[in-house]
């Protein structure tokens, strides 16, 4: 069956680094996109970034220059390394799967979720 897992969350002090592991099973991660989505306590879920299948990348602005996705479909896993981390980067990190090859408002187009991964940016 299809599954996503995220690890590599964690607590980091501001202006620290994590990267965020996606592993994919259960479907060819070739033909599809992937998202990256957080969502942080009384807030609503926000798309972060995701990557097309064939590797064209897209992120919001609040983490446009820090945060970099990538994807490696021989290892069936997608990456979100985040540097430059601030204290409002602190959220339930999630990554989900983008029915299609593409990214166009991906955060309607998404049929499964992994379990998330915390991350907390604090001193």
């Known amino acids: 069956q299809v599954q996503l897992v995220e690890s590599g969350g964690g607590l980091v002090q501001p202006g620290g680094s994590l990267r965020l592991s996606c592993a994919a099973s259960g479907f060819t991660l070739d033909y599809y996109a992937i998202g990256w989505f957080r969502q942080a306590p009384g807030k609503e879920r926000e798309g972060v970034s995701c990557?097309?299948?064939?590797?064209?990348?897209y992120y919001a602005d609040s983490v446009k220059g820090r945060f970099t996705i990538s994807r490696d479909n021989a290892k069936n896993t997608v990456y979100l390394q985040m540097n430059s981390l601030k204290p409002e980067d602190t959220a339930f990190y999630y990554c989900?799967?983008?029915?299609?090859?593409?990214?166009?408002?991906?955060?309607?187009?998404?049929?499964?979720w992994g379990q998330g991964t915390q991350v907390t940016v604090s001193s």
């Open positions: 989900a799967r983008v029915l299609g090859y593409f990214c166009a408002a991906y955060g309607s187009r998404t049929d499964y």
């Open positions: 990557i097309s299948s064939k590797g064209t990348t």
